[in-house]
């Protein structure tokens, strides 16, 4: 036992003093990729040296290697559950929500009175929670994924929204009337000058709007689902002490939620390359 806390503590020494040397480098690509894989592993091994030095009990909190080896075990189970919650729920969600907010911001800016009766409207359907919703919306749509997606639309609708309108009046009125000078209309303004000017707002909203998607749709498969989904089974096996398998799907939710992140934030930079943001 007192081996596997050395082994913390050693652990934790050694992905300290990485990272305060990976901190003093000169700022690139790898040191900012290295830095929190770094600290990652250094979590892990802390995890498992203090879980095996405690003897903490398994159902409480499961070792890494203990979910490690359910997950090996359980890839079956654990695909479905990422098709079914990710790929039907969040995504088709998302890309209906974000979608419908996109062009609603679109509606908003061309007609200005839809901005006081629409946005409060957005504000409140935002502040809705979503363990009331989540109930409605099965009884609307059933226990497949339909209810789940829309969910996940009533969930990214408003920053989506709130994001691109604001995004749509970041260009400064010498722009716009440069554009007038030059005999442009509405649209071609809009096209050439403020959707490009919007594009950093409006990645903003989408990329908030990845978390929300896949909290939205795990959340909303505890009140209703078919046997599969990744909520469904978080539920179901915290009630047979599985802890493993659901922390296994912990993993994969945040594996996915972390690489649906990181696409955005990947187009992003390749549209938003002019930005001082995307500047290195």
């Known amino acids: 036992m007192m081996g596997w806390i050395v082994f913390a503590i050693l652990a934790w020494i050694a992905g300290l003093s990485l990272n305060v040397w990976l901190a003093r480098q000169r700022p690139s ?17 802390v995890w498992e040296g203090v ?9 409480l909190l499961p070792a890494p290697s203990v979910i490690a080896a359910r997950m090996a075990t359980s890839l079956d189970i654990l695909w479905v559950d990422f098709v079914q919650t990710v790929i039907k729920g969040a995504l088709s969600g998302y890309i209906i ?19 006081r009766g629409l946005l409060p409207v957005g ?23 339909q209810s789940k ?8 609708f408003f920053p989506m929204l709130v994001n691109t309108v604001q995004g749509l009046q970041a260009s400064d009125a010498m722009q716009r009337d440069l554009m007038r000078t030059y005999a442009a209309g509405y649209w071609r303004t809009l096209l050439k000058l403020r959707l490009p000017a919007a594009m950093p707002f409006v990645f903003n909203g ?3 709007g990845t978390t929300l998607a896949l909290i939205g749709a795990i959340v909303a498969e505890f009140f209703g689902s078919p046997v599969l989904g990744m909520g469904f089974r978080i539920s179901t096996s915290v009630g047979q002490l599985a802890l493993d398998l659901v922390w296994a799907e912990i993993v994969v939710a945040a594996i996915a939620g972390s690489a649906f992140y990181g696409i955005m934030a990947l187009v992003e930079g390749r549209v938003t390359f002019w930005h001082p943001s995307q500047r290195s």
Do not use: E, H, Y
């Not at 690509?29 to 091994?45: C, E, H, M, Q, Y």
């Not at 997606?149 to 990214?156: E, L, P, R, W």
């Open 29 to 45: 690509r790898g040191a900012s990729l290295a830095a929190p894989l770094v600290f990652g592993i250094t979590l892990i091994a």
């Open 51 to 59: 879980v095996r030095g405690f003897d903490i009990n398994q159902v």
């Open 97 to 115: 929500g974000c979608g419908a907010a996109f062009l609603t911001a679109l509606a908003i800016d061309r007609f200005p009175f839809l901005q």
């Open 123 to 145: 504000n409140f359907v935002a502040a809705l929670p979503i363990i009331g919703m989540a109930p409605i919306m099965v009884m609307w749509f059933g226990f497949g994924w």
């Open 149 to 156: 997606a829309a969910i996940v639309v009533v969930m990214v």
């Open 206 to 208: 989408l990329k908030i």
